[in-house]
């Protein structure tokens, strides 16, 4: 029995030893928490299970190259209380803060209940207009180069006759449509884009048992009236709570709820969909995507019930992204999971990242939250979240978010935009809008030779998407400063959007790439898209030390149970 418990035990020895070595051959270890990085897990036994999930998932059609409405925006944004602050620095500090740390959004509630408490029609209270806090935020935003993003929530009390139930929604929904029509024409050429309502299929935010069919009326009464308001104004679908739901029907799941807002005819309520980027228990490196999983990788579903129904033109917004830092002798429960706050800063540094890098159909990210504005918070769970306290003292994610959104930004993976923030361009080249796979598309056209169009670029291979056009010029193309070659357009016709691999990128080097085009010759040239194509993903070895790592655990298993068997 000794002779096979030790035979045992070093083959597990071995096996373990393999895993790591095999594991580690098939990708550089950035960090000291490599393997927590890849799986999203801290422990040993849970990164195992994740590690299989990762070789069990499914592949997820996400549409990752289908040219997306509204792209191409500085993708970084953030929640915020200003509607809470008395003192105007404040918000003001607040402001700069964000500025400094790559912040270009702000997310921000106009709840209904406080701008037109009592009564219809009246916006003012004992202090006077209630409009004041709202208008403060939108006249100083520009200051600080940041875009307000309204969120237009909670009903008053007047708006029903039954107020025993919180946040239910209004008996008449046209009320709401008034209301949503008020703050639009208030703000109409200074607010460009609208979120209504939020997570409504939960009794928390829709007030009573959810239900998609009623919901999806008071969104297009929504919609209509802020068209109308506004033709201009873009509209946010209400981000859905990540929920498996719950037995009693307070709560469904979030891609039930969805797929029955399509069957309802959502889609032509809104312009960008929205989801919640909640890691809650696990990190950004959790690729386990299931039904029963609420973690990060839970958006990539939501963009699968999208392109199921034919909405992949739209992208995905998320209205919330972030983990909880909740201290260790919090006296309530982790509700919103629990992370230390050196996992919170490299989780949300990470996620960032990983959108950037693989999830070309998502726009702007609002991180959950940056400050609350009272130390009274603190008993309250959800005040972990933040960026930095109500003393404005930054926590290390506020630091980490900076890094990375301070970073010049980078063509990734996927379709993007010619218009796209990362790219530069000289003053000569001139917009328009072009149908590029059957969406308006916007393009830029010059024939002078002394323009330029420059970007960097992350990935293996880069593809030019070129509307054809009569008489057209060409491109000259530098890579890393070095001239690769000359591409020419397709010529005359009404024919597609043609896609060519510019000269001199099919195998570009790993890291981050220049890449400069200039016209040539005496024709106009018009470009309409870029393609990114990541780097050949090899899984073979990743699976390889999964099995190595599950036969390691098995011959511990085993060396267990005979260890025991042996001690009776």
Known sequence: MTSRL???????????????????????????????????????????????????????PTADFAPTTHAGLPPLGANTFFEQEVEEWKVRRSMEMLRDAGVKWIRQEFPWDRIEPSVKGRYEDAFGSTWTNYDRTVR?????????????????????ADNSVPRAPPDNYNDYGDFVAAVVERYRGRVHYYQLWNEPNTVLEWGQPPNAADFVRLLHIGYERAKRADPAAVIIAPALSPTIGTPDGANVSDLTFLQEMYEQGAS??????????????????????????????????????????????????????????????????????????????????????????EWPWVGVTFLWHFRRVSDDERSQAVFYFRMVDPDFTPRPVYRAVQAVGTEPPVLDYGWR????????????????????DGIGAPALAAQDPGESLSFRVRGRQVLLQLPPIPAGGSLAVTVNQRPSGVIRPQGPGTGPTATAFLPGTNALPDGVNTIELRPVGDGL?????????????????????????LAALLALQLTFRASAGSDR
Do not use: C
């Open 525 to 549: 040239v018009v470009l309409a898209g870029i393609q990114v194509l990541a780097a050949d993903r090899e899984p073979a070895p990743m699976a390889a030390g999964v099995m190595v790592l």
């Open 268 to 357: 032509t309520a809104f312009d960008i969909m929205s989801a919640q980027g909640y890691g809650l228990w696990t990190g950004p490196g959790d690729r386990r995507a299931d039904t029963y999983r609420t973690n990060f990788a839970r958006v990539q579903l939501v963009r699968e019930l999208m392109v199921k129904n034919g909405d992949s033109r739209k992208p995905i917004w998320l209205a919330e992204m972030g983990w909880s830092a909740l201290p260790p002798d919090f006296p309530g429960d982790a509700i919103h999971g629990r992370v230390t706050e050196e996992q919170q800063a490299r989780y949300t540094a990470q996620a960032l990242q990983r959108i950037q890098a």
């Open 417 to 436: 935009p010619i218009t796209h923030v990362a790219i530069a361009r000289t003053a000569g080249w001139q917009s328009s809008v072009r149908t590029v």
């Open 140 to 160: 100083l935003a520009p200051e600080y180069g940041l875009q307000v993003m309204p969120r237009l929530t909670l009903p008053p009390n007047w708006t029903r």
């Open 6 to 60: 030790s035979g045992l035990g070093f083959a597990a020895a071995v096996l373990l030893g393999g895993a790591l070595v095999t594991l580690t051959l098939s990708g550089p270890a950035t960090s000291e928490y490599w393997v927590e990085d890849l799986t999203g897990e801290a422990s040993p036994v849970q990164q195992a299970k994740a590690l299989v999930g990762l070789v069990r998932q499914r592949p997820i």
